[in-house]
């Protein structure tokens, strides 16, 4: 992919959300409901691929210096997922709510505060097995305060692992 094709797919990228987000009642959220809840393949592949080629012309190899993908569950999957295929790196699904009772090694967790939900927290959970000894690209949905996405980084860490 060449710089025009990476900043016309940024282009388009803008467009749907110029064109499908809502500004909350107070002015401090933009929903991008249509973006985040209808995933559209065509457009989510040529994000994928510019975000795949400009990491690359960033001297960024994949396999080497990114080993795997971590997402916050359902902020991100369709995005982080296609971007799974294009680089051929895996992904790990960071899970939110209480850990589940069928985790049986250690479990990485912790509380996102992210700017949809108030002060409520949200927490999240992960085997630490699953992002040991990672090198660890984060994709997050929609970044507002970078909340979820300084959680993720955080429990990468504590997973042994290094998010980049």
């Known amino acids: 992919m060449n710089n025009r094709e990476i900043i016309a797919a940024r282009e388009n990228f803008v467009d749907l959300v110029e064109q499908t987000g809502q500004v909350s009642p107070d002015g401090n959220i933009l929903s991008v409901a249509r973006f985040n809840r209808v995933l559209e393949p065509r457009r989510l592949t040529e994000m994928a691929r510019a975000m795949a080629a400009s990491l690359e012309k960033s001297g960024i190899i994949f396999d080497s210096q990114i080993t ?41 967790t912790g509380i996102a505060h992210p700017i949809t939900r108030g002060t409520e927290g949200v927490p999240m959970a992960v085997e630490a097995r699953h992002l040991a000894n990672l090198k660890v690209i984060i994709i997050d949905d929609f970044r507002a305060t970078d909340n979820t996405a300084a959680t993720v980084a955080e429990m990468v860490r504590r997973a042994h692992g290094l998010p980049i």
């Open 68 to 108: 795997s993908i971590a997402v916050a569950e359902f902020s991100g999957d369709g995005l982080a997922t296609v971007f799974a295929i294009e680089t051929g790196l895996p992904v790990v699904l960071i899970k939110k709510g209480p850990p589940s009772k069928a985790i049986t090694g250690e479990v990485v």
